[in-house]
Antibody, heavy 127, light 109 residues
Framework: QVQLQESGPGLVKPSQTLSLTCTVS??????????WSWIRQPAGKGLEWIGR???????NYNPSLKSRVTISVDTSKNQFSLKLSSVTAADTAVYYC???????????????????WGKGTTVTVSS | SSELTQDPAVSVALGQTVRITCQGD??????ASWYQQKPGQAPVLVIY???NRPSGIPDRFSGSSSGNTASLTITGAQAEDEADYYC????????????FGGGTKLTVL
């Protein structure tokens, strides 16, 4: 079965760029019609969607983060990545990657869900 | 609107039935999906679509939807169901965004 694993520095200095990678194992990142997403969760708080990249390479970003976020995919390495620029302490969180499925139905409502998640990686922004 | 609203906390007696709700304009156009998160763990998908359970999710978990409200029902709550629950859907504004509810802390008494 498909598994996801986040990796990257656990400590980033303020104003620098946070860079994380999600490695997909057990399947090809380019097969199927999936969205590959990043989600984060500050300690003691809820989940926040950061953005996603489709198999084709098209991206969607959270409007509140859009000016600082870039998500890309490297099919040769079966990985997708997150870059978040100009970080502050408010970006300290556990960062998750996840696989998403977007269902466009003909009669019933559409729906979107994320069925495979990485274990998460903690990123602290501090000098 | 791109917001999904959940009650911060709900409690249920062991073996009883509990409903966790999620409200938002986007739910008039999209079904919600539901995730269970236990402390120190990643979220786990428990319900998606009209009322679909991934493999391995007990059938005591079910989902429903009416108007702008989606519900996750646990029939016969067990101690291991104590967790945070999050709803999630597409944003109905047509801009391909994804939104989460603020989460509900479920306590099993």
């Amino acid at each position: 079965q498909v598994q996801l694993q986040e990796s990257g520095p656990g400590l980033v200095k303020p104003s620098q760029t946070l860079s994380l990678t999600c490695t997909v194992s057990g399947g090809s990142i380019s097969s199927g019609s999936y969205y590959w997403s990043w989600i984060r969760q500050p300690a003691g708080k809820g989940l926040e969607w950061i953005g996603r990249i489709y198999t084709s390479g098209s991206t969607n970003y959270n409007p509140s983060l859009k000016s600082r976020v870039t998500i890309s995919v490297d099919t040769s390495k079966n990985q997708f990545s997150l870059k978040l620029s100009s970080v502050t302490a408010a970006d300290t969180a556990v960062y998750y990657c996840a696989r998403g499925v977007d269902i466009v139905a003909t009669i019933t409502p559409d729906y979107y869900y994320m069925d495979v998640w990485g274990k998460g990686t903690t990123v602290t922004v501090s000098s | 609107s791109s917001e999904l609203t959940q009650d911060p906390a709900v409690s249920v007696a062991l073996g009883q039935t509990v409903r966790i709700t999620c409200q938002g304009d986007s739910l008039r156009s999209y079904y919600a999906s539901w995730y269970q998160q236990k402390p120190g763990q990643a979220p786990v998908l428990v319900i998606y679509g009209k009322n679909n359970r991934p493999s391995g999710i007990p059938d005591r978990f079910s989902g429903s939807s009416s108007g702008n409200t989606a519900s996750l029902t646990i029939t016969g709550a067990q101690a291991e169901d104590e967790a945070d629950y999050y709803c999630n859907s597409r944003d109905s504004s047509g801009n391909q965004h994804v939104v989460f509810g603020g989460g509900t802390k479920l306590t099993v008494l």
